[in-house]
């Protein structure tokens, strides 16, 4: 089996889909993603085709290596991103070709399904306590809510009370036998996430999500080492180089690998092991498309420390089986490869040119926010 073409699809609201052809008629399916910058991956991925184009798409460690140290210039989010769809795609269509989930090929079940967390969101706050009730409601034993807004290095007592009084009243809506994690986006600075952390301790939250930017382990390390909360990072990591400090200075106990990011789903197999030496948990970040859930439930169904999933969708509009959540956990795929088909008719309507930017956030002096 030889591979015959890379085809690369943009998908609202800002996502990209591959598909891999080969002379047997098996076409793998990945999500080669950097968000917001799309179109540069979708090049980088065509890149890479020059060199794959021709060959067994079974070989699939080999070529992992061959496209990340085949290069000078290694890592970095686009071609990680590039590689981890195309990673993707290659188990799809390996498990195809054996008629075998790709957990199946990866060590074989070590759940019997996957426990799921919702988002809280709204426009107005009764919205946003409702929501979290509501998915509640609906069986979830795990949701997440972020932060609102720009935070100043050092902000103000009122901000502090806010995002903690946020919280509380998120608890109160909730209750305790659902889990609440937080993340702070990377947008807070080491001495305000100190702070906050030790303010929304009595409120038990799950886990605090990227306390402060990745460039700086040992600033991760200080907050982690000021608070009871686990601390969770990972989503702008790439390859396990990425995570070894990480993981090696306990900077963070949850890892939350995109699958889409850090090298696909070996790769991220790979990193959760790592983690498992220090008693770490994997919770992969997926708030990208139904390609990217599809494998990160093939790694999640495989690892021991898996702790929870992120999604933003299911696959409606865009699988023609999407996934099901029933009373807040997904059973595992019994299907094939990555266990999906696309609906290739409701797909048509989702098509666009790749156009989505990150959002710009602005402190209240006009100078740039982390967002």
Same mark, same amino acid.
């Given at each position: 089996?030889?591979?015959?073409?890379?085809? +690369?699809?943009?998908?609202?609201?800002?996502?990209?889909?591959?598909?891999?052809?080969?002379?047997?008629?098996?076409?793998?399916?990945?999500?080669?993603? %950097?968000?917001?910058? %799309?179109?540069?991956?979708? +090049?980088?991925?065509?890149?890479?085709?020059?060199?794959?184009?021709?060959?067994?798409?079974?070989?699939?460690?080999?070529?992992?290596?061959?496209?990340?140290?085949?290069? &000078?210039?290694?890592?970095?989010?686009?071609?990680?991103?590039?590689?981890?769809?195309?990673?993707?795609?290659?188990?799809?269509? +390996? @498990?195809?070709?054996?008629?075998?989930?790709?957990?199946?090929?990866? @060590?074989?079940?070590?759940?019997?399904?996957?426990?799921?967390?919702?988002?809280? *969101?709204?426009?107005?706050?009764?919205?946003?306590?409702?929501?979290?009730?509501?998915?509640?409601?609906?069986?979830?034993?795990?949701? =997440?809510?972020?932060?609102?807004?720009?935070?100043?290095?050092?902000?103000?007592?009122?901000?502090?009370?806010?995002?903690?009084?946020?919280?509380?009243?998120?608890?109160?809506?909730? @209750?305790?036998?659902?889990?609440?994690?937080?993340?702070?986006? *990377?947008?807070?600075?080491?001495?305000?996430?100190?702070?906050?952390? =030790?303010?929304?301790?009595?409120?038990?939250?799950?886990?605090?999500?990227?306390?402060?930017?990745?460039?700086?382990?040992?600033?991760?390390?200080? %907050?982690?080492?000021?608070?009871?909360?686990?601390?969770?990072?990972?989503?702008?990591?790439?390859?396990?180089? @990425?995570?070894?400090?990480?993981?090696?200075?306990?900077?963070?106990?949850?890892?939350?690998?995109?699958?889409?990011?850090? *090298?696909?789903?070996?790769?991220?197999? =790979?990193?959760?092991?790592?983690?498992?030496?220090?008693?770490?948990?994997?919770?992969?970040?997926?708030?990208?498309?139904?390609?990217?859930?599809?494998?990160?439930?093939?790694?999640?169904?495989?690892?021991?420390? &898996?702790?929870?999933?992120?999604?933003?969708?299911? *696959?409606?509009?865009?699988?023609?089986?999407?996934?099901?959540?029933?009373?807040?956990?997904?059973?595992?795929?019994?299907?094939?490869?990555?266990?999906?088909?696309?609906?290739?008719?409701?797909?048509?309507?989702?098509?666009?040119?790749? +156009?989505?930017?990150?959002?710009?956030?602005?402190? =209240?002096?006009?100078?740039?926010?982390?967002?």
């Amino acid at each position: 089996m030889k591979i015959t073409k890379l085809e +690369t699809i943009f998908v609202k609201p800002r996502w990209l889909f591959l598909k891999v052809h080969t002379d047997e008629g098996i076409i793998g399916l990945g999500e080669p993603i %950097v968000e917001g910058r %799309v179109q540069t991956v979708a +090049t980088a991925v065509h890149e890479i085709g020059r060199y794959l184009i021709g060959e067994d798409p079974l070989r699939i460690e080999h070529h992992w290596q061959a496209i990340y140290r085949g290069q &000078f210039y290694r890592g970095g989010p686009v071609l990680c991103s590039a590689l981890s769809g195309i990673e993707q795609a290659l188990w799809d269509i +390996t @498990g195809k070709w054996l008629g075998q989930p790709v957990y199946k090929l990866l @060590g074989g079940a070590t759940r019997d399904r996957i426990r799921m967390y919702g988002w809280v *969101g709204g426009e107005t706050y009764g919205d946003y306590i409702n929501s979290a009730k509501v998915s509640a409601e609906a069986g979830f034993t795990a949701l =997440k809510v972020g932060l609102f807004g720009a935070m100043e290095i050092v902000d103000t007592q009122e901000v502090l009370e806010d995002c903690v009084r946020r919280f509380a009243d998120l608890r109160a809506a909730v @209750g305790s036998k659902v889990d609440i994690g937080i993340d702070f986006h *990377g947008r807070v600075s080491p001495a305000m996430a100190v702070r906050l952390a =030790k303010a929304l301790e009595p409120y038990y939250p799950m886990f605090i999500e990227e306390p402060v930017l990745p460039e700086n382990v040992d600033a991760m390390v200080t %907050v982690a080492r000021s608070t009871t909360i686990p601390i969770a990072t990972g989503e702008r990591l790439f390859a396990k180089w @990425g995570f070894r400090e990480v993981i090696e200075k306990q900077a963070a106990v949850i890892l939350q690998p995109d699958i889409s990011h850090a *090298g696909g789903i070996l790769e991220c197999k =790979k990193i959760a092991a790592m983690a498992e030496t220090y008693f770490s948990a994997i919770a992969p970040h997926c708030p990208l498309g139904p390609i990217t859930l599809a494998a990160c439930i093939q790694l999640d169904a495989c690892i021991p420390n &898996f702790l929870v999933q992120e999604h933003v969708t299911t *696959g409606v509009g865009y699988l023609k089986e999407p996934f099901q959540i029933v009373n807040g956990y997904i059973e595992l795929p019994t299907k094939p490869g990555l266990g999906i088909e696309l609906d290739e008719e409701a797909l048509a309507e989702q098509i666009n040119d790749g +156009t989505w930017d990150t959002p710009q956030f602005r402190h =209240k002096d006009g100078s740039v926010a982390d967002w």
